[in-house]
């Protein structure tokens, strides 16, 4: 069965650092992604790394996604928080190496990991 597990999510004051990881065990992917959820909001795309790398313009410059195929994993490393990046961060992935920012287009996910930035 195929898992996605987040890890590296907490509380980090404004300006800071965090580095987010989602490993895929059982098999590795041609794209994954990240998505954000915040209280009361529709959930949101963040990055994705297929063919080529996309970003959010609200994360441009400032997150970082990378990708350790040899261990399917895939890394967000997010830096000069603000407190409007506090989220649920899920990892997901598709099949396809095109990347999309439509959530709809990947069929796993993993069950995320909460990121508080305070101000």
């Known amino acids: 069965q195929v898992q996605l597990v987040e890890s590296g999510g907490g509380f980090v004051q404004a300006g800071g650092s965090l580095r987010l990881s989602c490993a895929a065990s059982?098999?590795?992917?041609?794209?994954m992604a990240w998505f954000r959820q915040a209280p009361g909001k529709e959930r949101e795309f963040v990055a994705a790394s297929g063919q080529i790398i996309i970003y959010a313009d609200s994360v441009k410059g400032r997150f970082t996604i990378s990708r350790d195929n040899a261990k399917s994993t895939v890394y967000l490393q997010m830096n000069s928080l603000k407190p409007e990046d506090t989220a649920v961060y899920s990892c997901?992935?598709?099949?396809?190496?095109?990347?999309?920012?439509?959530?709809?287009?990947?069929?796993?996910w993993g069950q995320g990991t909460q990121v508080t930035v305070s101000s």
């Open positions: 997901a992935a598709r099949d396809s190496e095109l990347a999309s920012r439509q959530g709809a287009m990947y069929g796993y």
């Open positions: 059982g098999r590795t992917f041609s794209s």
